[in-house]
Every structure is written in structure tokens, then in C-alpha cells.
Nanobody
């Protein structure tokens, strides 16, 4: 059974930082590209950041580039999203996802349950 379990969300003031973690089980983690998505009510889920299987390649949506950093530890089956200089518009439920396919065309097959990130003024 595949499980992706996010942690690290919470309430933070604008300008602050949070680090999300996503622990994977039930998959050969190093064979999967990993992504962090976010969603707010009434909006489509958005890919925020992604990292290739070996961590040699990363992707960031323009709105978080330079503020967020995605990383992974294949020995720990864990992917991270370090979020700095948080803005009110970063408030969302953040999901991690695992997928296969040739980078950057990863098809995400497995999803976590999500963790809430709330940025206050």
C-alpha cells in the first residue's frame, strides 16, 4: 500500500518560514519524481515545485522561485519543501505527490492527504 504522509504545516506570519516534509512508503522512492502541489478553495490544484528522481533537476512555479526549495533524501524516502519569505497568497493546502515518467513530464499517481499552511498578516 502506497502512503505519502505530509507534515510541517501550520500558521506562520508573513515573511516567516516553514518546512514541509513528506514521508513515502510502499514505493521504490528513488524511482519516482516528487512534487509539491497546493490548492485553495475554488481553484485548481497547482504544481508548486518538483524534483527529479535523482534530485538532479528541479522545477518551481514563478510565484515561489527564489523563496521555496524542494529537496529529497532517497535514503529516508522523504521529500521536503522549505518555504521562506512566506506571503499571504501562499496560504493553501499543500500536497505531495509521487509520479513516474520522463522528466519533466511526470505523471503523478500517488497523493498525500495534504497539510494546511496559513500565512497571516
Amino acid at each position: 500500500q502506497v502512503r505519502l504522509v505530509e507534515s510541517g504545516g501550520g500558521l506562520v506570519q508573513a515573511g516567516g518560514s516553514l518546512k514541509l516534509s513528506c514521508a513515502a512508503s510502499g514505493i521504490t522512492f528513488s524511482m519516482y519524481g516528487m512534487g509539491w502541489f497546493r490548492q485553495t478553495p475554488g481553484k485548481a490544484r497547482e504544481l508548486v515545485a518538483a524534483v527529479s528522481r535523482s534530485a538532479s533537476s528541479t522545477y518551481y512555479v514563478d510565484s515561489v522561485a527564489g523563496r521555496f526549495t524542494i529537496s529529497r533524501d532517497n535514503a529516508k524516502n522523504t521529500v521536503y519543501l522549505e518555504m521562506n519569505s512566506l506571503k499571504l497568497e501562499d496560504t493553501a493546502v499543500y500536497y505531495c505527490a509521487a509520479g513516474r515518467g520522463s522528466w519533466p513530464a511526470v505523471r503523478y499517481d500517488y497523493w498525500g492527504q495534504g497539510t494546511q499552511v496559513t500565512v497571516s498578516s
